[in-house]
């Protein structure tokens, strides 16, 4: 029987429709059904607007939104005959703000999502803690806008750089954030400090640990989060980053990708018209995000060992979220360190009216992968697409090729499913542009 | 521009309430920077403490979205995010009823960010049925013109977590909210973003930047900074009480204003190299004699490097 | 007898030291030459302008204020900006015709004497409410669309380049015509040069 289910908060709202049998899920699709048209919006507007309007996508991910449009202007110019060489100073604080984008993201999905879905599922009422995910985000905002002025929407990454000249005294500054957020995270999520934390080995590395994260990992195992959440155990990164590279993972098994190879369907929702777009890499469904950029990383055995152990659960899935905000809080320290302030922020570019052609900008968000492919004739954008994570992980489609995570979710109860839905950190926005 | 005098919009306050206000916030085409700008006010805990939370899109709430739609409950403080579209459905249902139900015993309304205010960078989205609560880029319209009374804009893209702290802790606090005739509170919205500008004795001498990821140089003149013109404290109230566009380098994009977005962002309208907008109040002819003369002088000290780091060896 | 003003004792001895200048040059004229022609004492000519430096300074501000006003008044019409050109062309050949010695001491003395104006009138100080209301003709023609968007002293120097010339040549008496009958060619070729394409 087919039973219809109205997901919220998950930047917007989703429906699902579940077929059961004996109370378990033998198929789903998703429908999402709310379409803003940003694509649309950005047809005939002056190309540099896009670096206005594409943070708008998304109030949570707005920033990677930024990065791959700027991405896919500079790559504009070099399909010109104008190739655009930023400063390693602009790459990095560009990389910087990006990644304290993704730390903020992760610790909101600890602290509004995975938290309250897990009591919820478990009957415990306890007295919510989420507002630490609110305060912890706040001290991380504050790190983005020593460089970018605000954080949410933010522009200040421009063809050619960025527009910030910052001095020792802002670098310092925000890795006096980034060490507040470190303390508060130690002391109110972990229970243990970040390098402890880092050097875990084994899931048994957790039994001493009373914390908000302990809680969430005994809790998985308590509802048998390792046993349920199985995806296609297929994996891929797009975005180039330094804490990153492109590769497709087939389990363990690495391969080269191009982002060339991605396409997009519509979506399969027989009981409602769905406004999001499946996406493949060809012509395959391939989960994207956390789990993907831990299982292709070098830095993470104790992902690795959880794969093993328990594959591409729900339980695997969530852990390397949170292992992800921890590596890359330590990663932006080293990050900062790294910059030279006497680099040039920004280089000097051609006027944007001479230039004409395509482009295409990836970035890794905080849920995976985003392209930003533009068509642009004198300045001016003639087309635009934008293939957002979610669209990856939550597309909808036959009960004999399912998504990610139409796959993740059968063969639990429909309480179940809800919340292996929301381990993919659903993100409706995005994914409705 | 509209002119600014004081206006006969107040909101005027309830008499003290026994138990928790309570909050309702939905949403219309919206990105959700709003509801995570909000996230970001500190001591938020405290004052989210003194409401009921109805619903919001990220918080803790007492009802679904879904059971809001049923248009059973009602609040004291309605907060609408998103542009507004009579088209629209969420959750099957149509904004418009929802907004109209909730509207009715709701205390104060407020629109937060510029697409609630006055349509915004979605009203893009179908013009015609897309526009802001009570205006429609600078002109009056449904859905609650009759309701405008009870409104208040708090436009900005998004809106500065501070500011909305300030309308919520003044109701809590029983405090008149003085308006203007966008419906903004004035304390908040008569400074122009170009006052505490870091950058502003570039401008008073009309040293033009001469490209981005410079500390030196005025961003008006060529990279399109809309500050002058542009209602808002955020060079007082900084962002994450640490920064703003401007000070590091970004031109201001008027984000507050009905006209918002406009087009072409980055760059400055010149006739003949003459601004086509000079702040807010000020004739051309004015500051086209001050910019002449300013423009006269050769400061060194400003046409140069703001720190020289050569000299500390 | 009626008192005459401050303000008007002030104008009749710019009017005298514009003439005499242009009479006998601006270095051979002296401040008792001026005195004289006014009919006061020298003693009294220093209340008004306390050094010939001053004097030179205030008589550019003074032309600059009689030609800014004067396209100030221009600007103001409601007509095209072909008529506008017209106008202006029109007014500045005018004074040159009747009152020759304010065009000559700008172009003679003000231009070709930096130095005595180098300190108090650097750049375009002295001649700003000239130069401000020709700002404002040009940012009103291109906002109209009847004028093409172009930098802003390229299409000030052609304007203002030609009239000099002009009238240059015209104190130079190597005109074959009076300055009246060149008034439409001129306009029609600023026109012409500036207008929208």
Known sequence: MITKQLIEQIEGEATLFFDTKDGLVESSTTSFENFRGVENILKNKPLFDALVITPRVCGICGHAHLMATVRAIEDLYKNSSHKIDISDKAQKIREFTLIMEIVQNHLKWIYFTALPELFKLKNIDKNSTQLKGAYGSSIISKAISVFAGQWPHSSYMVAGGITCDPTYVDILQAKDYVDQFISFFEKESLGVDIDKFLAFESCKDFNNLDSDVSTIEKLLIELKMNEKGFAHDRFIILGEHSFTKPSKLIQTRKYAVNSKYVTTEDSYSPNSKSYAKNALYKDEYYESGVLSRMMSSKLSPIVKNMHRRYKDSAYTRSMARIFELVYLVKYSKTLLDSINIFEPSCVEVTNISKISGTGVGVVEAPRGPLIHRIDVENGVIKDYEIITPTQFNIGSSTKQKPTPAQKAMVGSTIAEAKFIFKTFDVCSVCTTH | ?313 | MARISKEERKTTIISAALKLFSERGFYITTIPDIAQKVGMSVGNFYNYFSSKDILAKELVIYISNYLGDNIREINEEDIHVSEKIYKIVSMYFDVANDRPEMIEYFLRVYLSNREVFGDGCEGMICVSPFVTEMMIFFDDGVSKDELHNQDFFSAFGLFMGYLGGMVFLFGEKILPQPLDDYKESISTNIYNALKAR
Not at chain 2, 10 to 29: A, E, R
Not at chain 2, 144 to 170: D, M, R, Y
Request: hydrophobic residues 30%; glycine residues 6%.
């Open chain 2, 1 to 313: 521009m509209i002119t600014k005098n004081l206006s006969q919009q107040t909101y005027t306050m309830p008499s003290k309430q026994d138990k928790k206000p309570k909050l309702l916030w939905i949403q219309g085409h919206s990105c959700n920077g709003n509801s995570h700008s909000f996230l970001n006010l500190p001591n938020l805990e405290n004052l989210i403490d003194n409401f009921e939370v109805i619903y919001h899109p990220i918080l803790n709430s007492t009802h679904s979205y879904q059971e809001v739609t049923k248009c059973k409950l009602n609040c004291d403080i309605l907060i609408f995010e998103g542009t507004f579209d009579y088209n629209l459905k969420r959750a099957d249902i149509s904004v418009y009823e929802v907004l109209k139900h909730y509207t009715q015993d709701a205390k104060m309304v407020v629109a937060v960010g510029s697409c609630a205010s006055f349509g915004g960078i979605f009203k893009e989205i179908s013009p015609e049925s897309c526009c802001g609560l009570v205006f429609d880029k600078d002109k009056l319209t449904p859905p609650l013109i009759e309701q405008k009374g009870k409104v208040i804009n708090l436009s900005g893209c998004p809106v500065h977590p501070k500011w909305l702290g300030f309308v919520l802790t003044a109701f809590l606090n029983e405090i008149k909210i003085y308006l203007d005739e966008q419906l903004r509170p004035v304390e908040l919205y008569s400074s122009l973003a170009h006052h505490g500008c870091s950058r502003n004795e570039y401008f008073e001498w009309k040293v033009d930047s001469k490209n981005f990821g410079l500390k030196e140089g005025c961003l008006y003149y060529e990279q399109g900074c809309r500050a002058p013109m542009t209602h808002s404290s955020c060079n007082k109230i900084l962002w994450n009480e640490t920064s703003s566009k401007t000070r590091v380098g970004t031109p201001c994009f008027g984000c507050t204003e009905p006209d918002f977005p406009r087009k072409n962002l980055f760059t400055t309208q010149t006739n003949m190299s003459i601004p086509q907008e000079v702040p807010v109040g000020v004739s051309k002819r004015s500051y086209l004699t001050m910019a002449g003369i300013a423009k006269t002088f050769h400061i060194k000290r400003l046409e140069g490097k703001l720190i020289d780091y050569k000299t500390t060896d």
